[in-house]
Every structure is written in structure tokens, then in C-alpha cells.
T-cell receptor, first 111, second 114 residues
Framework: GQQVMQIPQYQHVQEGEDFTTYCNSS?????IQWYKQRPGGHPVFLIQ?????EVKKQKRLTFQFGEAKKNSSLHITATQTTDVGTYFC???????????FGDGTTLTVKP | NAGVTQTPKFQVLKTGQSMTLQCAQD?????MSWYRQDPGMGLRLIHY???????DQGEVPNGYNVSRSTTEDFPLRLLSAAPSQTSVYFC?????????????FGSGTRLTVV
């Protein structure tokens, strides 16, 4: 079945440093979504990418969808303590009725 | 507009007991799903529904049953609880599996089976 791999599993950064998490799929995706889960909370939808090579920005967050639509990345510029949490990607293969979640990258930020 | 409401928030069960986790949404979403989240293992899909009367299995359906008699409600039943079912359970919904607005998650039920 479809597999979505996410790396790294954990990332510890100093406040102000950049952060990137990567998502790789074993199959071509029709779309990919990104979610953020704060400690003790529930996943919250951030964005969806649909087009090959698509790049979207939300303030300090930049999301990219690979040209082959098999990988994606989330980049945070100048991390803040409010960025702590686990970031999940969720990819849906063509003809699939549901998305498959990666295992997430947990970000900790040291002030 | 409450979104996705899950009850209870916390539950302790003894091995062999059964219970139902409730999930209700007031957004008229057709698609609803249940996930379990274990440490370091992300979100694994248990069951999902694309509309009232229609349900299907996800990655880890064993030990769980669902039904969808109305658009609003999607309860998850544990038939005979086992310690391996200790987890955090999330219900999620969207207009469709292809929804550009993504899934809306409930706040979760933290279940411990002893």
C-alpha cells in the first residue's frame, strides 16, 4: 500500500534557526496536506498542495511540492517558541479515497 | 459552530470491557474518519465513512466497529478492550476526502486499557 515517510523524526533548534521537514511518498500523489499538532493537542490543518512544483508561503512557513509529486517539504524561517509541535504531512495517491499520514517531525525550540 | 466534538476526553477501561467513543460534527461534512495515535507512530486510520450508511476499513481496523446512521455522528466501538488499544483516538471530518480545506480534527479521547 501507499507509504509516506517523513524525516527527521525529531529536530531540536535554537530559537532563530531555520527548520525543515521532508515528506516522501512511495507513489505519485494527487495532493499533499500539512498539519501541526501542539503538545497535548490535536492536528490542525495548515495547507494543501496540488500542483507539481507548487510553492506556498504562510508568513515564515514555506511549503513545496516536488516536480514528480512524490515529495514535499515544510521550511520554517527563524523559528520561534510558538513553532514547537509535531508537523505531519498527509498524502493522497491518485484514485485513493483517503490520505496517508507520515509519522511526523517533532520540533523543539530552545529559547 | 462547535466543529468536531469527541466524548469522552479521557477513559480507563479494564481488559475485556467494551465501550463507544462518540464523534459528532455540525459542519455537514460527508467524510468522517477515526485515527489512533501512538507515540512515534503518527496517525493510523482505523475506519472511515464517505457518507451516511457507508463505512470502510482503514489500516488498523481489527478490534473496532463503526456505523454511520446520520451525517453528523460517527461512533467508534471497542468490542473487547485490550492493552494494545491504549492510545489517543482522534475523529476527523471534511466535506470530502479531496477537500481543499483539509480535515478538521476533534480534541481526542485518551484511552487507557488496564
Amino acid at each position: 500500500g501507499q507509504q509516506v515517510m517523513q524525516i527527521p523524526q525529531y529536530q531540536h533548534v535554537q530559537e532563530g534557526e531555520d527548520f525543515t521537514t521532508y515528506c516522501n511518498s512511495s507513489t505519485t500523489l494527487s495532493n499533499i496536506q500539512w498539519y501541526k499538532q501542539r503538545p497535548g493537542g490535536h492536528p490542525v490543518f495548515l495547507i494543501q498542495l496540488v500542483k507539481s512544483g507548487e510553492v506556498k508561503k504562510q508568513k515564515r512557513l514555506t511549503f513545496q511540492f516536488g516536480e514528480a509529486k512524490k515529495n514535499s517539504s515544510l521550511h520554517i524561517t527563524a523559528t520561534q517558541t510558538t513553532d514547537v509541535g509535531t508537523y505531519f504531512c498527509a498524502g493522497r495517491s491518485t484514485n485513493a479515497g483517503k490520505s496517508t499520514f507520515g509519522d511526523g517531525t517533532t520540533l523543539t525550540v530552545k529559547p | 459552530n462547535a466543529g468536531v466534538t469527541q466524548t469522552p476526553k479521557f477513559q480507563v477501561l479494564k481488559t475485556g470491557q467494551s465501550m463507544t467513543l462518540q464523534c459528532a460534527q455540525d459542519m455537514n461534512h460527508e467524510y468522517m474518519s477515526w485515527y489512533r495515535q501512538d507515540p512515534g507512530m503518527g496517525l493510523r486510520l482505523i475506519h472511515y465513512s464517505v457518507g451516511a450508511g457507508i463505512t470502510d476499513q482503514g489500516e488498523v481496523p481489527n478490534g473496532y466497529n463503526v456505523s454511520r446512521s446520520t451525517t453528523e455522528d460517527f461512533p467508534l466501538r471497542l468490542l473487547s478492550a485490550a492493552p494494545s488499544q491504549t492510545s489517543v483516538y482522534f475523529c476527523a471530518s471534511s466535506y470530502s476526502p479531496y477537500d481543499l480545506d483539509g480535515y478538521t480534527f476533534g480534541s481526542g479521547t485518551r484511552l487507557t486499557v488496564v
